[in-house]
């Protein structure tokens, strides 16, 4: 983690970190505007009252001249104009404000979790990830949510940041539009972890989020083939109905069931091979053995044949 | 600072000024009350404007008749103490303590209805967070005054009673409760969710001013045995009518929560 | 010659005593013990951010050091240093009064800060607050920390503090002699008033607020619980609508004791003194409906921000005005660099940077960026420290000599004034560069990226401890051997400096002054060679 928050993107800059996102430039320029005001108006200033005080040093027995103790006309001046110039700062402060809280209907939905002390991502596709990855320049809408207290979502380089509130949604977006990787803080201070509540943003070139996306969703593509399918067998729900160690449950055990020859509820007898297990799971109403009753949902949509193959292969090692 | 003797503290230059500012200072101090219940209105408020379903359903559990009959008593107790103020002010000492007498029992005569309407709350489970906890009957029948009405059947006679164990935690609420008869399922269907926010509420609200209730008597008792002492006469009563407006405030906050918790629809 | 100090002795004349002069001393000597306090946890949160990760604490004790010092400078030094320490002593004599008007509620009023001072740092010994000084919830509910001792020690000292306001308010209006009109109060008194009004008025709803605190987590009530229903971010609503007027509470005194050392040190009557006066009260005002913006990114609807933005900008003219008024009253002036007065000219240059840095955060759309960073640290600092701390330091070394007849070394006055006035910027203007690029507060590990900047902020903290080890051994060396004090070293025309001795005698005035002028003429006090002191023409 040291390495990603130590990112060299973000040493740009005196002030403000890196621009990473749609939003940045135009926040950058408002944070420019006010500090070249506030740059005037402070010179102006400490250079008034330091010529003052050296011109008008006091000089052993010799009174101040005569001067006037209000002038009108300067005192309406010097409060219009400031009254001018915070109105500006308001106005494009809250005009910008306005664009960041209304994300484009484009915006694609990412789930964030605040939890002591670590984010998790959750992807439309159900795939969850402590670390953010986006595509490059697609704007994206976090719907965020916390377990326990106030956490905040904190991403510098997109001038980006939302308490997460325990008890209620809360709602960011932004559009990134630089390729790289950027820390991510919790900004509301939470406890112990605060500040290891940090992970990063992984921005991918055209291409490199779907890409990224294929690999990490597969978490079992480096498994052993059964291994994966056990931990599918947990993760799918198959767990509810059917057991491993030969007790009958609603639906059949999977303990020993391949290469069986069962009796159907028609009578027919079937040896359960690969295709019967996978018409079993995609279409469970065809064929149903005697003593069980006909109450299993399909999982075509749910389960893909990728995954089909490794569940079939897990209740293969299940044999004998 | 020899008050008792000459009632004219060294930093003042005469009585007027010394009652003016004592009188100024009790305003702001009334300020400052208001200010403090204040924030326990805008509680209300704000949750009112929320989820006004739990405020129409939970004033139900509250005894009106009881808080009017402690409306009237404040109002009478107002009554007895401006009538104490004027007799110091005439330097009417017997009459002044019969005053104070008076305002100091209706006092207790309204903390009294007040245990009484606590206690039945606290048989029935109608609580604050995490320690509301309905008692089946309650729950199966709203109306008004069913508190009072209940109140003698004791819990164990009622024969669901071992049902209160099913109850469900808080966050669910009464629904918890819906599955003995269906007449009560019905009624806890209209039961919305967090009513117990509205029993907090209500025990934060009344308690801060049973509170000030209580203050306020050691306050009277405390001006009740100086005018024994005779201390008090028609050039000197700052004390007594001091006393007087902050009782007047205790009754008025009173006035405003008899209609904001007893009387919502 | 009889004064206050020697009018009587024992203990028992000083913790029963209903002399303001002495109930304002008590006050001194009690927040500068806990402003030594404080600013021990400072130095060791400094010391602990002098490299990322462990340095010389864990997590844990890191989150309790921040939370004491931000806490006890708060509640236990800032807000009570002007008004309660300060003010006690010179507002009934700058009125021409003998003493408050309520001398008992003042005794009252300190042995209460006393009593919740003991509360707060009870905490420390039992298991030491980890919340934050802000006690946001659900944290606060959840912790297993003595957020109840905490809070508690917070709602007593509340309620003195609103002892206090209340007994000004009613000084200023009934015990003015009666040829002092509203508009022939020094300025300082001004300020006084307007910050008895938020005293009066804000306090109740923080004492509410915390009892509702304390409440949720003895009672389990649930109202600021999102496991009961109830909504967490109403916490913040109540707890700023108190603490955002605090702000002010802290700074407007402040403003009041400048407006007091530019005009003595310039010599030249005050530019504008309706300006400043109305201003104070505009500041108080303006202060009660800016609360939402220290929730811009809390979720609160767009509604709500942009009123609050909009509201915020309005407290910045008024500030700004001051600033104005205080450099055209240096025009034309005969300007003497006094230690006071170096703190006022350090004042304006620190509040302005104060001041400025806060346009980018009322700003919604830089706010969004800067908030909860070190940015915001920064920008308090400069205000709370540059502003507040730096005004008390000038009202300390100006009243100095009335309180206890003691002159103090300019040279070391001077010198320390260098020394803080170096240490702070290094201290806090790299937090300003830290908070842009993303430094989030109340962070205990860093990015290595900030090392650097850390490292400088801390040593800046120590040049800044010098100065404060200094100002301490000075002041307390004059108290022994420094130079008697004549009545009016300065030149000042208000009454504490022209119509009474130093120290003061026990009652202040043997009658009521009668000097039916502006305050700030000085035509009226002339400088006499012989006894080096000013004295009525």
């Known amino acids: 983690m040291k390495g990603i928050l130590s990112n060299p993107l973000l040493a740009q800059g005196f002030w403000m970190p890196v621009k990473g996102s749609s939003m940045a430039g135009e926040v950058d320029w408002i944070f420019q505007f006010i500090l070249w005001v506030a740059l005037f108006f402070f010179v102006l200033v400490v250079g008034i009252m330091a010529v003052f005080v050296m011109r008008y040093r006091r000089r052993p027995g010799v009174e101040p001249e005569e001067s006037p103790s209000h002038n009108t006309k300067l005192e309406i001046v010097w409060s219009v104009i400031p009254i001018i110039l915070v109105m500006i700062m308001f106005y494009a402060g809250f005009k910008t404000y306005l664009g960041m809280e209304t994300p484009p209907r484009s915006s694609h939905e990412v789930q964030v979790v605040g939890q002591k002390w670590q984010w998790t991502f959750i992807y439309p596709n159900g795939y969850s990830d402590p670390v953010l990855h986006l595509p490059i320049d697609e704007p994206v809408q976090l719907l965020m949510r916390s377990d326990d207290v106030i956490h905040s979502f904190f991403v510098p380089a997109f001038r980006v940041k939302k308490d997460v509130v325990p008890g209620r949604f809360t709602k960011a977006w932004f559009e990134p539009n630089l390729a790289g990787v950027f820390p991510v803080y919790c900004a509301e201070y939470c406890g112990t972890g605060h500040s290891d509540m940090t992970t990063a943003v992984v921005v991918h070139e055209p291409g490199g989020f779907e890409e990224w996306m294929a690999t990490a969703a597969n978490l079992y593509a480096d498994l052993p083939p059964a291994e994966a399918g056990k931990m599918l067998y947990a993760a799918k729900g198959c767990t509810a109905c059917h057991s491993i160690d030969g007790t009958k449950m609603v639906g059949p055990s999977f303990k020993s069931v391949f290469g069986k020859t069962e009796t159907m509820k028609s009578g027919e007898n079937i040896t359960v091979d690969e295709n019967y297990l996978r018409e079993s799971i995609y279409n469970p109403q065809v064929k149903v053995l005697e003593g069980y009753e006909p109450v299993m949902p399909t999982y075509q949509g749910t389960i893909n044949d990728e995954e089909l193959g490794y569940i079939i292969e897990f209740i293969k090692s299940l044999a004998e | ?265 | 010659m009889s004064n206050y100090l020697n009018h009587t002795s024992g203990w028992k004349s000083w913790v029963f005593t209903l002399d303001h002069k002495r109930i304002g001393i008590m006050y001194l000597v009690a927040i500068l013990s806990s402003f030594l306090l404080g600013g021990i946890f400072a130095m060791l949160i400094r010391t602990e951010l002098l490299s990322p990760g462990q340095t010389i604490m864990d997590a844990d004790t890191y989150n309790r050091t921040f939370t004491l010092h931000g806490a006890i400078m708060i509640f236990l030094f800032i807000i009570p240093s002007i008004p309660a320490a300060l003010g006690n002593f010179v507002l009934p004599v700058m009125l021409g009064a003998k003493d408050v008007a309520f001398p008992r509620l003042n005794l009252m009023s300190f042995w209460l800060y006393c009593f919740g001072a003991v509360f707060a740092v009870f905490s420390l010994v039992t298991k030491a607050v980890d919340t934050g000084w802000t006690f946001y919830t659900p944290y606060s509910t959840t912790t297993s920390a003595s957020v109840i001792s905490m809070t508690l020690g917070a709602v007593i000292l509340g309620f003195s503090s609103i002892f206090t306001g209340l007994n000004f308010v009613v000084t200023i209006h009934k015990l003015r002699p009666k040829w002092m009109t509203f508009f022939k109060m020094p300025l300082f008194l001004w300020s006084l008033y307007a910050t008895s009004i938020i005293q009066i008025l804000a306090t109740p709803v923080l004492g509410i607020t915390l009892l509702l605190l304390i409440a949720e987590r003895t009672m389990g009530i649930g109202i600021f619980d999102p496991g009961l229903g109830g909504d967490p971010v109403l916490y913040q609503h109540f707890f700023w609508f108190y603490s955002h007027p605090a702000v002010y509470i802290m700074i407007l005194p402040a403003m009041g004791i400048v407006s007091e050392l530019i005009s003595v040190f310039s010599r030249k009557t005050i530019f504008g003194y309706r300006a400043i006066a109305y201003s104070s009260v505009a500041i108080a005002l303006f202060g009660f409906f800016v609360w939402g913006h220290h929730m811009f990114t809390s979720g609160q609807s767009t509604l709500a921000n942009m009123i609050f933005s909009l509201l915020t900008f309005s407290v910045s003219i008024p500030s700004a005005i001051k600033v104005f008024n205080w450099l055209a009253t240096l025009y034309k002036g005969s300007i003497s660099l006094a230690a006071p007065m170096l703190y006022a000219l350090m004042f304006i240059f620190l509040f302005a940077i104060g001041g400025l840095t806060g346009l980018f955060l009322g700003t919604l759309a830089t706010d969004v960026h800067l908030h909860d960073t070190y940015f915001v640290v920064a920008h308090f600092h400069y205000v709370m420290f540059g502003g507040t701390m730096i005004a008390f330091l000038g009202g300390l070394h100006y009243w100095w000599p009335k309180m206890f007849g003691k002159m103090y070394s300019e040279k070391l006055a001077a010198l320390a004034a260098a020394l803080i006035f170096v240490g702070f910027n290094m201290t806090f203007f790299t937090q300003f560069v830290m908070g842009t690029r993303g430094m989030p507060r109340r962070y205990y590990n860093y990015p290595e990226e900030f090392t650097t900047a850390h490292q400088i902020s801390s040593i800046g903290s120590y040049i800044m401890g010098l100065g404060f080890v200094l100002i301490a051994s000075y002041l307390v060396y004059s108290l022994m051997w420094g130079k008697k004090a004549p009545g009016n070293p300065w030149g000042a025309a208000t009454l504490e400096w022209s119509h009474c001795p130093s120290p003061p005698p026990h009652d202040n005035f043997a009658e009521v002054p009668s000097q039916d002028t502006d305050p700030y003429d000085y035509s009226i006090v002339k400088y006499d060679e012989e006894s080096d002191s000013y004295h009525l023409a």
């Open chain 2, 1 to 265: 600072m020899s008050e008792h003797s000459k009632n004219l503290a060294h930093h003042f230059s005469n009585t007027e000024q010394q009652f003016e500012s004592g009188k100024l200072g009790m305003w702001l101090f009334l300020a400052t009350e208001i200010l403090l219940f204040g924030g326990l209105f805008a509680a209300y408020a704000v949750y009112r404007a929320n989820h006004p379903e739990i405020f129409a359903y939970a004033h139900q559990y509250l005894d009106r008749n009881l808080g009017a009959l402690n409306t009237v008593v404040l109002i009478c107790s107002s009554f007895t103490m401006a009538w104490g103020v004027r007799m110091a002010q005439l330097g009417k000492q017997k009459q002044l303590l019969w005053s104070l007498m008076l305002t100091l029992v209706l006092a207790i005569a309204f903390l009294g209805v007040k245990g009484v309407e606590y206690e039945s709350k606290w048989k029935h489970g109608l609580l604050w967070g995490k320690n509301y906890n309905p008692v089946e009957h309650v729950e199966a029948a709203p109306a008004h005054g069913i508190v009072g009405e209940a109140a003698p059947v004791d819990p164990p006679e009622v024969p669901t009673g071992e049902n209160a164990s099913l109850i469900a935690p808080a966050q669910t609420g009464p629904a918890g409760l819906a599955h003995t008869s269906g007449e009560a399922a019905k009624a806890h269907e209209e039961a919305p969710d967090n009513v117990h926010i509205f029993f907090g509420i209500y025990f934060l609200m009344t308690g801060l001013h049973g509170l000030h209730v209580l203050i306020g008597m050691g306050l009277i008792l405390w001006i009740f045995a100086r005018s024994y002492w005779g201390h008090f006469g028609p050039d000197y009563y700052t004390p007594v009518d001091l006393v007087g407006l902050y009782w007047h405030l205790v009754d008025l906050i009173w006035i405003f929560l008899f209609p904001l918790l007893y009387l919502i629809r």
